[in-house]
């Protein structure tokens, strides 16, 4: 089966459909979002079960996304813009399904979580759902979701300057000198922005308001309990749902995972990014170095570090014109975004290759396609939203400045973005509750299916979430490199091990290793 090529899009720490892949990374195109029919379901915990108005949800917009499946419908759910104040004002929830295909052998639903924070999933049973193998699309109505603010889900737009949406701009990377002086100034203008444009909903983004939703679309699609493939981070949102409300998880599958650690949230998973990709390089310098690869860039790995650290250094002093890019220039920073992007997927090494001999030469291959406007804006306005909402970041600058210096030393291929500020250094609002600390409290029904080598949600961040789950988990680390694994980026081994699963609730006894 040929991958379906994935689109980086925004302010997704970890997921591989984003601009950045950092959270959560990327999920189905971010250009192909569903339309759901304009009615609405209000459900509340207690409702029971709740006739949804299923309609065909319109073709993917944006331009360029796939077509949606002909059985997949949409339809709204309305939940409390604050929880706090559940009688008050409402905002709408888009989500989507393709029935189970034998009715006779269905167990239940299947939500296919997406990634980010800023990820859209309303598209996820046209496209990732149907590379599920039969017997778990027999079993399951697969059921996507835009999370609150994204896509068809009320979304917010925070109206930011286009500069800012450029690829590298969408991770803090420092001056090349190591200052965090423009990042800071960043960060002011993005919250700002925000804080004019953002509306109300804005502040009521988070992952615990995430949770808090899927529990009321669970309840208005009828069902007692939800079976979840989550992958990056919705590994973390999961897990938060997991955690409020135990009893109402089936199977749960957490692939690519985040640290859950409680005390950092998203500064951890954007830190995770200098062991991720430091874990990760190696194998496109094997790849890139070995004798009769068209794409050879040197005679051995060493030499293709040393070619990348060099060449982002040439490129800090002397930038190259890039006509129709964002930024409109090839720096030092676009080539190190764009070595981490290219680690999410090694079908993407080639396109890596061609840049990095581009660049090399003094010239740029064909400037890379963008997400529509809107889109980009969405999907960076909700990251920033969940990222700031979550926790707390420091404010002060001396604090990231210190952090970047020893990223720089440790770590010189991401050049201390990973300990950089972000917007939420800068945001305008104070998170409304601590973040939800993950325990092994609850039933043992999740499975963990982690890459070896993954540049956004590093195995030694998966193994903190194992360990915070306990009992209530198993963990399959498989051999293999690159972001998402099921069905992906890991191997035969790794899938089997998920699909049956999935299928049976099999798991295996004890933590797995899939070489």
Request: net charge neutral.
């Amino acid at each position: 089966m040929t991958k379906p090529k994935r689109h980086h899009t925004a302010l997704l720490l970890t997921a591989p459909a984003a601009v950045l892949g950092v959270l959560g990374g990327l999920v189905p195109p971010a250009n192909a979002t569903a339309s759901p029919s304009p009615s609405t379901t209000t459900a509340t915990p207690a409702t029971g079960r709740t006739s949804l108005d299923w309609r065909p949800c319109a073709e993917a917009r944006g331009g360029g996304g796939r077509k949606l499946d002909a059985r997949q419908e949409c339809a709204t759910v309305e939940v409390p813009v604050d929880y706090a104040d559940p009688e008050g004002a409402r905002t709408a929830i888009a989500i989507s399904r393709i029935p189970a295909e034998n009715p006779s052998t269905r167990r239940g639903v299947l939500l296919l979580a997406p990634g980010g924070p800023g990820g859209s999933g309303l598209d996820n049973p046209s496209g990732k759902g149907q590379r599920l193998p039969q017997e778990i699309r027999d079993r399951y109505d697969l059921i996507g979701i835009d999370p609150r603010g994204m896509g068809r889900s009320a979304p917010v737009d925070c109206d930011f300057d286009p500069a800012d949406l450029g690829t590298s701009k969408q991770r803090p990377w420092p001056a090349a000198d190591g200052s965090v002086t423009a990042t800071m100034e960043t960060a002011r203008r993005m919250s700002a922005a925000c804080a004019r444009n953002g509306g109300d909903l804005i502040r009521h983004i988070s992952t615990a308001n995430n949770a808090r939703d899927l529990d009321l679309v669970r309840t208005a699609l009828g069902e007692r309990k939800l079976s979840v493939w989550a992958v990056s981070y919705g590994t973390y949102a999961t897990a938060v749902y997991g955690q409020l409300f135990p009893h109402r998880t089936d199977r749960v599958v957490l692939d690519s995972v985040d640290d859950p650690d409680p005390k950092r949230v998203g500064r951890g998973w954007l830190a995770a990014h200098e062991q991720g990709v430091e874990d990760t390089f190696p194998e496109f310098a094997a790849w890139a170095s070995t004798p009769g690869t068209p794409d050879r860039l040197a005679g051995t790995p060493a030499e293709v570090r040393a070619l990348v650290l060099g060449l982002a250094a040439r490129l800090d002093r002397a930038p190259i014109p890039w006509p129709g890019a964002n930024p409109a220039e090839l720096n030092g920073d676009v080539l190190r975004q764009s070595v981490l992007t290219a680690l999410y997927d090694p079908d993407d090494f080639p396109r890596l290759a061609e840049l990095i001999r581009a660049a090399r030469d003094g010239r740029t291959p064909p400037a890379p396609p963008s997400p529509p406007a809107a889109i980009l804006q969405n999907s960076v306005a909700v990251g920033a939203g969940t990222l700031c909402n979550d926790i707390a970041w420091p404010r002060s600058a001396a604090v990231y400045a210190k952090g970047v210096a020893a990223s720089r030393a440790a770590f010189p291929l991401t050049a201390g973005m990973p300990r950089n500020a972000m917007l939420c250094a800068a945001w305008p609002y104070r998170p409304k509750e601590a973040p939800v600390r993950i325990t092994d409290d609850g039933p043992s029904n999740v499975l963990l299916v982690q890459n070896e080598r993954d540049p956004a949600t590093p195995l030694a961040g998966a193994r903190k979430m194992r360990g915070a789950l306990g009992e209530r988990a198993r963990m399959v680390v498989v051999n293999s490199t690159g972001h998402d694994s099921y069905l992906d980026n890991g191997n035969a081994c790794g899938d089997r091990v998920v699909t049956r699963f999935l299928a049976t609730g099999e798991r295996p006894g004890k933590d797995t290793y899939c070489g």
